[in-house]
């Protein structure tokens, strides 16, 4: 009986040693990177750091390639139809007007505009924070927030974003990009 406890502790003591050593590897089974070449060529492309890409697409989709919100968001970053067909339009990315929801979902369309997107709201607001907040909640809100004090113009009380959901969402993407900078340095 006391070889069974023995044997069951030292079971969990080299668990807990694995773990330590391979916390990264194990937290790379959570925080994919899938599609690095895409994410890699919008990133370099439009001056968007990957991880926070990558962040944009764990919280959006969790990688689900043909992921539909119930508001009609499409594909791995969950673009808005019309705000996809207004980027792809402004920078000559192929949207086919009659086929336009499967152009949207096909992945290298789909990080191709949110990306960026992405990048006109970080060169817009000039600040993360208030970036994501105006991917979610749309540049309106976030010009309103501004305009109203209910946001800083430097993001420094991003927690007074007054729609709980998009509050909640830069939260989750701030938390997911600090997690993929710091496993994947």
């Given at each position: ?11 969990i ?11 990264n ?5 959570f ?5 690095e ?6 990133a370099k ?7 926070l ?5 764990k919280?959006?989709?969790?990688f689900v ?5 119930n508001?009609n968001?499409?594909g791995?970053?969950?673009?808005m139809?019309?705000?996809?067909k207004?980027?792809a339009?402004k920078?000559?990315i192929q949207?086919?007007?009659?086929n336009?929801?499967q152009d949207?979902l096909?992945?290298?369309n ?9 990048a ?10 208030l970036?994501?907040a105006?991917?979610?909640a749309?540049?309106g ?8 004090n ?23 993407i ?12």
């Amino acid at each position: 009986m006391r070889n069974k406890g023995i044997l069951w502790i030292i079971s969990i003591l080299i668990i807990i040693v694995f773990l330590a050593f391979n916390k990264n590897n194990i937290l790379k089974i959570f925080y994919p990177k899938k599609y690095e070449e895409i994410v890699y060529l919008y990133a370099k492309e439009y001056n968007v750091d990957e991880n926070l890409i990558y962040a944009v697409i764990k919280a959006e989709s969790n990688f689900v390639e043909n992921a539909v919100s119930n508001k009609n968001a499409l594909g791995l970053m969950q673009i808005m139809e019309d705000t996809a067909k207004d980027i792809a339009k402004k920078n000559n990315i192929q949207v086919d007007e009659n086929n336009a929801r499967q152009d949207i979902l096909d992945i290298n369309n789909n990080i191709n505009i949110g990306t960026k997107y992405l990048a006109t709201l970080l060169e817009k607001y000039q600040n993360t924070e208030l970036a994501l907040a105006a991917y979610n909640a749309g540049t309106g809100n976030v010009d309103n927030w501004i305009e109203k004090n209910i946001l800083n113009k430097d993001g420094s009380n991003i927690e007074n974003i007054p729609y709980k959901e998009t509050n909640n969402y830069v939260r989750i993407i701030l938390q997911n990009y600090k997690i993929y900078s710091e496993i994947y340095k």
